[in-house]
């Protein structure tokens, strides 16, 4: 289907590096068979196997909906902290006296207006009152160790795919 040169054809190599074979391969519904637009393999991908790595690139064809093209920068208020008899008392107060403040104000003024004027006031007490919600950080998974060993995995392997016939460390690694 694509014309590529043999080296970017086959993605697996036998462990004596004479073997070469096509066998993974990309699955496409026919509808969007012509969105595929280019399927090749990456050799210089280390995926810890002995296949090498197969990428299709796909030209994209999807409505954006109206909800999905918006913005989402809201923030997140702790809402945890009303379970707390004294923080919802507080945060029920704060939000009483912002109203209180609102009716003082002409009734004669636009309804959209008043609507912002409200959402602003309880935005503003429960960011007082709760504080914003903070995402917990995930501690890294990948450290100085997992690093120096994928290095050493890296070179023993480009030391494999220079001379495949001599049996050396990266088939010893493969095993484990």
Not at 64 to 91: I, W
Not at 109 to 131: P, Q
Not at 138 to 157: S, W, Y
């Amino acid at each position: 289907m694509l014309p590529h040169r043999n080296i970017h054809k086959y993605n697996w190599t036998s462990p004596d590096g004479k073997t070469h074979n096509q066998i993974d391969h990309v699955l496409i519904d026919r509808r969007w068979y012509s969105s595929v637009l280019d399927v090749r393999k990456f050799r210089g991908a280390d995926c810890d196997t002995d296949h090498y790595l197969v990428i299709a690139k796909v030209r994209e064809r999807l409505a954006v909906g109206y909800q999905a093209a918006r913005t989402f920068d809201r923030q997140r208020f702790n809402l945890r902290k009303l379970n707390e008899p004294e923080v919802r008392e507080h945060n029920q107060i704060e939000i009483t006296n912002r109203f209180a403040a609102l009716e003082n104000l002409n009734d004669d003024e636009d309804v959209n207006r008043t609507w912002e004027n409200s959402k602003e006031n309880i935005h503003t007490s429960a960011k007082e009152s709760l504080g914003l919600h903070e995402l917990n950080q995930n501690k890294p998974r990948f450290d100085e160790e997992c690093l120096d060993f994928l290095d050493q995995r890296k070179q023993d392997k480009m030391q494999w795919i220079q001379d495949p016939s001599q049996s050396n460390v990266y088939n010893e690694q493969c095993k484990t």
